[in-house]
């Protein structure tokens, strides 16, 4: 469980101090899919940058599991939408990774190696390094890597928002899947409505900078999702219109803010 | 598009120039100037053939090589980890820099005598002006390659359970790698003018020697000899390190894409 109580968090930036989050509070259950959704710059990433424990709050406090985040948090699994990838380290260098750091017996590695390339389906490209593969299979590398050794929680930021729209479902799709096994808990940011609705159980709307909770609701869509029916089913759609009254006032007025800024 | 001459043209060109450059030096030598003051390019060649066939040119090749060879690789080893410490504590970097910039700007050639004084004569203080001379490019090509190290693959690796020493083995040394490479290209040059400069100063062989005493022997031809030898042992030295340097310091040519090895 991931508990978030009174957390503020400000960034220098021009000589200006700017406050990314404000007395914000979040608890995450475990095995939740959240969608944290909002405007661009409304702390999100520094909400997940927090539970990882790269930045420590100003005020407040994270719980991971009851215990407060003051290090480090290796008990989870970090994906970004930037390319973090070895270059130098091929599919199968750089999904074993996390397994080199943990000393995890070379006998054992091959094998969860293997299995982890099975499950993104890389197969046939265990020998490539990463300026061979293109973004999709590179994501998909990323996503072995993450998974492999077995975190409790996921966090991922936007991780999928370099890929075309095209690509971007197939990998929501591929996400969900294993996910279904794993059953892991994700906190998931983005800023895309329809992807938050079509893959969690539960949307958190942030408001514009300083970062609050504006709208906090479960999303009552049976699973397994098949993408093709999903999202023009009611539900979807009614689910849809209600967060984007709330989420269409915060990106207009951050955009007036920002305005008034220059 | 626009039109460039093929490569085949440029190189006959450039083969034209060299070649009026030496015929116009030949021609002019004995005519207008004396051979004494300037030699001649088929006298150098001469020399070359009769240096190289008879082996006498090999022992002080030899010698020159020991000093600037292991001179750079002290001034690499020490470089590298100066480099990598400061590149990891920037605040302690920044502290030292205007230090470091008037060491930097300091002619390194100046500190033969202090070195002597520090060694006695021979071998070491030849290697210590050597090292003097390489450090400096080492150590700030290195430094440079910490800080451009992406601080998300620093954070992915740490959040994966890195630690800081594995962050280092893991991420560190191999993204610098091609800066390593690239520095000790540029140093190996600097390695041989500080051999040869030690040399000429108090080396009893060795190509420095070489230099000065067939100029105090108004041997010009000799001199210009060794010139043209320590020339193509430069060239030869870069090269060798742009083609074998990846593979000594542990990574595939390929995978250093952009780098050292892609410039050549």
Redesign the interface.
Do not use: F, H, N, Y
């Given at each position: 469980m991931i508990n978030i109580t009174g957390v503020s968090k400000s960034f220098e930036k021009d000589g200006q101090k700017i406050d990314a989050v404000k007395d914000f509070s979040l608890t995450i259950n475990d095995g939740e899919f959240v969608a944290l959704i909002g405007p661009s710059g409304c702390g999100k990433s520094t909400v997940l940058n927090m539970i990882a424990g790269l930045l420590a709050p100003e005020e407040g406090v994270v719980e991971y599991n009851g215990e407060p985040v003051t290090a480090i948090n290796t008990s989870v699994g970090y994906m970004t939408q930037k390319d973090s990838l070895l270059p130098w380290r091929t599919t199968e260098g750089n999904i074993s990774a996390p397994l080199d750091i943990r000393r995890v017996p070379k006998s054992q590695r091959a094998a969860l190696v293997s299995q982890a390339i099975e499950k993104v389906r890389l197969g046939g490209f265990e020998r490539h390094h990463p300026d061979e593969l293109s973004g999709g299979m590179r994501k998909r590398v990323l996503l072995a890597r993450t998974l492999i050794y077995e975190p409790d929680t996921l966090l991922m930021d936007e991780p999928f928002a370099a890929l075309d729209a095209l690509l971007k479902l197939v990998m929501q799709e591929e996400l969900l899947r294993i996910w279904s096994e794993a059953r892991s808990t994700v906190v998931y940011v983005t800023h895309d409505l329809t992807e938050a609705i079509s893959i969690a159980d539960r949307i958190v709307v942030f408001s514009k900078r300083p970062g609050r909770i504006v709208l906090d609701l479960p999303v009552e869509l049976e699973r397994p999702r098949d993408f093709d029916t999903i999202r023009s089913s009611p539900e979807f759609l009614k689910l849809y219109n209600r967060v984007w009254a709330t989420l269409r006032h915060e990106v207009v007025s951050q955009e007036e803010a920002s305005g008034e800024g220059r | 598009m626009i039109e460039r001459a093929p490569m085949w043209r440029i190189r006959l060109y450039q083969l034209i120039v060299l070649g009026v450059f030496l015929g116009g030096w030949e021609w002019v030598s004995d005519r207008y100037i004396r051979t004494l003051w300037i030699s001649k390019p088929s006298l150098i060649a001469e020399r070359t053939l009769e240096w190289f066939s008879s082996g006498f040119i090999y022992p002080h090749i030899l010698a020159t090589l020991q000093i600037a060879g292991l001179g750079l690789l002290i001034g690499t080893a020490i470089g590298v980890v100066c480099g990598i410490m400061l590149g990891l504590q920037r605040s302690l970097s920044r502290l030292l820099d205007p230090i470091l910039g008037g060491a930097y700007t300091m002619p390194r050639i100046a500190f033969l005598p202090v070195v002597l004084f520090w060694f006695g004569f021979g071998f070491r203080p030849m290697v210590a002006l050597v090292v003097l001379m390489t450090f400096f490019v080492l150590f700030y090509n290195t430094r440079a390659g910490v800080e451009s190290v992406?601080g998300?693959?620093v954070?992915?690796?740490?959040?994966?359970?890195?630690t800081r020493f594995?962050v280092i083995r893991?991420?560190i040394l191999?993204s610098i790698v091609p800066f390593i490479l690239a520095a000790m290209m540029i140093a190996a040059p600097y390695a041989l003018v500080g051999a040869i400069v030690a040399e000429i100063f108090i080396g009893s062989k060795g190509l420095g020697f070489l230099i000065v005493s067939s100029t105090g022997g108004l041997d010009l031809t000799g001199t210009f000899t060794t010139c043209l030898v320590v020339t193509v042992i430069s060239l030869i030295a870069t090269l060798v390190i742009a083609r074998h340097g990846p593979r000594l310091l542990g990574?595939s040519p390929?995978?250093?894409?952009g780098g050292a090895a892609a410039a050549f």
């Open positions: - | 992406k998300d693959l954070a992915s690796m740490r959040v994966m359970g890195a594995q893991m991420v191999p990574r390929e995978t250093i894409g």
